[in-house]
């Protein structure tokens, strides 16, 4: 048995995973970095884990006293699997947890909001991080890093409505805050940026940073549904084309100070991100852009 106490990060591969187990080495902590192909992390411990897989739990358990967790990537049930493994991990000695939710899903609510739900019940230390959409879901292979490249559109159905964007690096932060701080937050805590905008305003700052022109185009709900279908279950398309249709209901238009009160610092904006992580294209204003960020979690 391992006697240093370690922190697991599963889903280490991730867009979270991976910059809170980077934020945690980087203070010197021990991370176990777990996925299913128990990638090398530079320093940190490779292990093997998988949600739908037991035999790999008691592995990636030994040895640690918190745990940040992603849930299952797709699952329209995540609490199925993640709550036999809570159970597991407060019998074997973790003590603290932070689990990965969303702002749309308050605690009770579907899918991961399950979890959320049992989490105070089941460890005296822990804290339920809400962020906004992601800002990465606009590089790298999300789904409208896609379209921005292929149709110069950004394909939603959430209107006119606004979005408080994220950067994944403070979400990150916070994380890191939050299994290492000496009192845990044991609350949930929304993230976002720095302001709330709509799609059009994305599309706008997108257009104004690579010289390409990116539009909003938007389509019914059940367009989107169908479009997400293609690719995922019917029931998780559901969701998440519900979850536009609730942004565009005003869901989602607000912006919070927990990354600045946690971190010291404020949290990135979206223009900041763009001129970062998307790339002015080559060939002129119509050419490609260059997205080059791995794509994140949901949402």
Excluded at 41 to 53: I, T
Excluded at 158 to 175: H, K, L, P, T, Y
Excluded at 234 to 254: K, P, Q, S, V, W
């Amino acid at each position: 048995m391992t006697t240093t106490h370690a922190t697991l990060v599963i889903g280490a591969t991730g867009t979270t995973g991976r910059r809170v187990t980077a934020g945690l080495t980087a203070a010197g902590r021990r991370v176990k970095a777990a996925g299913r192909n128990a990638a090398p992390h530079a320093g940190a411990d490779a292990v093997r884990f998988d949600w739908n897989d037991p035999t790999t739990w008691a592995g990636a358990l030994d040895g640690a006293d918190r745990a940040y967790l992603v849930p299952p990537t797709g699952s329209p049930d995540p609490a199925a699997v993640m709550l036999p493994f809570l159970h597991r991990a407060r019998a074997v000695g973790v003590r603290r947890v932070v689990l990965l939710s969303s702002s749309a899903i308050p605690s009770g609510g579907p899918a991961v909001g399950r979890v959320h739900e049992q989490l105070p019940s089941l460890f005296e230390e822990w804290a339920v991080l809400r962020p906004s959409w992601f800002m990465q879901n606009f590089t790298g292979p999300a789904p409208h890093a896609r379209t921005i490249r292929e149709d110069g559109a950004i394909l939603t159905a959430s209107g006119d409505g606004r979005v408080g964007f994220v950067d994944a690096e403070d979400i990150a932060a916070v994380a890191v805050h939050a299994l290492t701080a000496e009192q845990a937050p044991n609350t949930d805590l929304i993230l976002t940026g720095p302001q709330a905008l709509s799609y059009a305003d994305v599309a706008t700052i997108i257009t104004e940073v690579t010289g390409r022109t990116v539009v909003h185009r938007q389509l019914t709900f059940e367009q989107l549904r169908d479009r997400w279908a293609a690719e995922i279950p019917l029931e998780f398309a559901t969701m998440l084309a519900a979850m536009d249709r609730a942004i565009a209901a005003g869901a989602e238009d607000r912006t919070s100070d927990t990354v600045e009160r946690l971190t010291g610092r404020p949290p990135g904006s979206l223009r900041a991100f763009v001129e970062r992580e998307v790339q002015p294209a080559v060939g002129g204003p119509h050419a490609p852009a260059a997205y080059h960020s791995q794509g994140p979690e949901r949402p």
